[in-house]
């Protein structure tokens, strides 16, 4: 009787020990999007972004400010992929040019394009932390020609990602523990061109149920692109930092701020412009 009850008890407090292990520090955090039927989660992004570039000897300045809100509701989710219905809940463009030509608002020519964005929805599908398919793109409705040209080039696959890129990738593909680090990467087209920006992740502590993670990126892209019919050479070149704070339980996002420098330079028409940019973004989720 001795015996069983002590092979008893040692099983037990093994069984205890491993339960106690598998959400600590042993094996790590898992930080990984819910994403289970019927969740819902928001994603607001605000960006403040100035460009600097000089033509002929002369520097030309424009700033460019963007807050973009979002809704999803999880629809259903398998091996398949996760489809999501987003509604743009808020979306504000505005761009000031200190040379413009007259007699142009590029402020009005902005909420008429997006206008009719706010309270419509779309359903796309995550597999692989990617968005894959986009459908429901007659709810948004377009005046113009113009407009429904620019509607169905913002919501592609491929636009998506480069819009909500981070927010589904900055996970990890395993449980790590606090000083781990994992790389993403994600690809921003700029006309034919791509930039590529790779980031590393680093879990720097977890505190009240939030992982944080700091986020160290490189920007680095050569190519070509055609604006306006006429054929530009580009490197880039730059730095993405700041940090992002996950809910553990969920993981879906609940704040992050992150800073974005950029050197570039174009050759056009024989001549080499330098450019730089300079970009601070916010993001406030599920809080």
């Known amino acids: 009787m001795k015996k069983i009850i002590g092979i ?12 106690a292990c598998s959400g600590g520090s042993k094996d790590g955090y898992v930080i990984k999007m819910r994403l289970a039927k019927g969740d819902t989660f928001v994603n607001n992004i605000n960006m403040d972004m100035d460009m600097s570039l000089s033509v002929m000897g002369m520097n030309q300045q424009m700033k460019m400010l963007m807050d973009i809100g979002s809704h999803f509701d999880v629809l259903d989710s398998s091996a398949a992929g996760q489809q999501l219905k987003m509604t743009y809940t808020n979306m504000k463009m505005k761009m000031d040019m200190a ?3 007259p007699n142009v608002n590029t402020d009005s020519i902005m909420d008429e394009a997006t206008r009719g964005i706010v309270g419509k929805s779309i359903v796309i599908t995550i597999k692989d932390k990617k968005v894959t398919n986009v459908t429901g793109m007659d709810s948004i409705g ?3 020609e113009a407009s429904r040209a ?3 080039k913002m919501f592609t696959p491929e636009s998506l990602n480069q819009t909500f890129g981070m927010m589904f990738n900055v996970y990890p593909d395993k449980p790590v523990k606090i000083g781990d680090s994992w790389d993403a990467e994600n690809e921003v087209e700029m006309g034919s061109m791509k930039m590529k920006v790779k980031t590393t992740y680093t879990l720097a502590g977890v505190k009240d149920g939030l992982a944080e993670l ?38 879906y996002i609940n704040k992050g701020n992150y800073d ?16 730089t940019l300079e970009g601070k973004y916010s993001i406030v989720g599920n809080q």
């Open 8 to 19: 008893f008890t040692a099983v037990v407090s093994a069984a205890l020990l491993m339960a």
């Open 99 to 101: 040379m413009k030509a």
């Open 142 to 144: 377009a005046q113009d």
């Open 150 to 152: 620019m509607m169905e």
């Open 214 to 251: 700091t986020m160290n990126g490189t920007i680095n892209s050569t190519g070509s692109m055609n604006q306006g019919g006429m054929d530009m050479n580009m490197d880039m070149k730059g730095s993405q930092k700041g940090r992002m704070y996950v809910k553990l339980e969920t993981g």
């Open 260 to 275: 974005m420098n950029i050197d570039a330079s174009m050759d056009a028409m024989g001549q080499k412009i330098p450019m």
